[in-house]
């Protein structure tokens, strides 16, 4: 990371990866009434989550039945993808980018972040869609961080290759810098289940560094910094006094394909690696030649306060082989050597508390899990599963790891992935 903030190699990899976890308008909507699971027909609260496949945003219940497609009608609009939820489990905040800017003869650096992008709330009740964060625009170029309340967000803002975050009214105005040119690239931020501190990592001139603040970037604390330690991802407990993170050893894993599970009090105490051996799948990728994908692969809580994790089985190497010596021009930069594949990985539960490590998932070689998220009732954990040269299904089983089962069989042509558990209805 250079002193003005612009995205160097690393930095534009990593960020790019991150991007794939006004007035009213009328919004088209494939997935508009849901058939309910008979276990909620009683009137208990509806589970539902997202997911993405084919670069498509899909919604569905927690026992897999209903799953609809979201067909916003927006002109100039060419890919969406959900950001965040409000508190009230309806309200969804979309990002939409109109046309990419880059492409040949237009490197990346110069030209992705000149690309239009839009922020939306939808309504899932009223089926309405409305524009944000449109008011006195900064630049072309927004991403959504957080939604910090019912009337502010913390928003990546591009101007000229350097990366800011700003606070912001729904609407756009009174928008107040959050972090300042030269620190370097913030992202990855979240928020307290207390809603008093956000946790973001910073690509710093200093390295990867792990940091939290109030919610308007003052009174921070570091939490992490090593410059021959990529820290990453930073998660809070559900009781917000703990933060989990990955190591990555970036120089001897320029692909960044692994890492370690971390722990650190909130106030930057207590500094602990959970795991050794770089244990954790952190640069997820999976597909074949013809249908390919990846993202990193965060680490999450669990409502007792366990974290989860992808552990990898002794030895394994992905068949994406990062390719270090040539210049990373599709934010890939991988090839395709199956033969080469060894192993997989498989979702565990890790007590932070006393280092216990619990298998639940079991896909065995040539399985490949990761994503796993705990639903907000506690009683079901969903997570992706690839076998060596395919796209991943969304798979379901219980907290212990039991009656594991395939969700999205519909979508084992093009894959599903990302699976975000909506918050429960209010």
Not at 134 to 151: C, K, Q
Request: aromatic share 10%.
């Amino acid at each position: 990371m250079n002193v003005h903030g612009k995205l160097p190699e690393l930095d534009r990899r990593r960020f790019i990866q991150s991007l794939l976890c006004g007035a009213a308008s009328s919004a088209a909507i494939s997935c508009r009434h849901l058939p309910e699971p008979e276990e909620y027909q009683s009137g208990a609260p509806i589970q539902r989550l997202l997911f993405v496949s084919n670069g498509r945003s899909y919604i569905m219940n927690s026992d897999g039945s209903g799953p609809g497609r979201f067909d916003f009608d927006m002109p100039n609009q060419v890919t969406w993808q959900p950001s965040a939820f409000f508190p009230d489990g309806r309200r969804i905040l979309f990002l939409s980018m109109e046309e990419r800017r880059d492409g040949p003869g237009r490197p990346f650096e110069t030209f992705y972040t000149q690309t239009p992008t839009h922020l939306w709330v939808y309504d899932l009740e009223t089926e309405s869609l409305w524009e944000v964060a449109n008011r006195d625009r900064m630049s072309v170029f927004y991403t959504p961080a957080l939604i910090l309340n019912e009337g502010r967000l913390l928003v990546q803002v591009v101007r000229d290759g350097v990366g800011q975050l700003f606070t912001m009214n729904l609407d756009g105005t009174e928008a107040r810098p959050f972090t300042q040119p030269g620190e370097g690239l913030p992202y990855g931020c979240n928020l307290a289940p207390d809603g008093q501190r956000i946790a973001f990592h910073l690509a710093s001139p200093s390295g990867y560094q792990i940091w939290t603040s109030d919610l308007e970037g003052g009174s921070r604390t570091l939490i992490a910094g090593d410059p021959d330690q990529l820290y990453f991802g930073p998660v809070w407990s559900p009781d917000s006094q703990w933060l989990t993170y990955q190591a990555c050893r970036y120089r001897e894993d320029p692909g960044h394909d692994w890492a370690d599970v971390c722990v650190n009090r909130a106030d930057g105490s207590d500094p602990r690696f959970l795991t050794q051996g770089q244990a954790h799948w952190f640069g997820a990728t999976y597909g074949g030649p013809e249908q390919r994908g990846g993202g990193s692969n965060m680490l999450s809580w669990t409502l007792d306060g366990s974290i989860l994790f992808s552990r990898k089985l002794p030895g394994s190497k992905v068949p994406w082989e990062y390719q270090a010596n040539r210049p990373d021009t599709d934010h890939f930069n991988r090839d395709y050597k199956p033969e080469l594949a060894v192993g997989g990985t498989e979702i565990c539960r890790l007590n932070p508390a006393t280092g216990k490590i619990t298998q639940l998932s079991a896909g065995g070689p040539g399985v490949w899990d990761c994503r796993a998220t705990e639903s907000p009732d506690a009683n079901q954990i969903v997570f992706c599963r690839a076998g060596t040269g395919h796209m991943p299904g969304i798979w379901s089983m219980k907290p212990n790891g039991s009656e594991a089962h395939l969700l999205t069989p519909s979508f084992a042509e093009h894959g599903a992935d990302h699976p975000r558990w909506l918050p429960l209805r209010k």
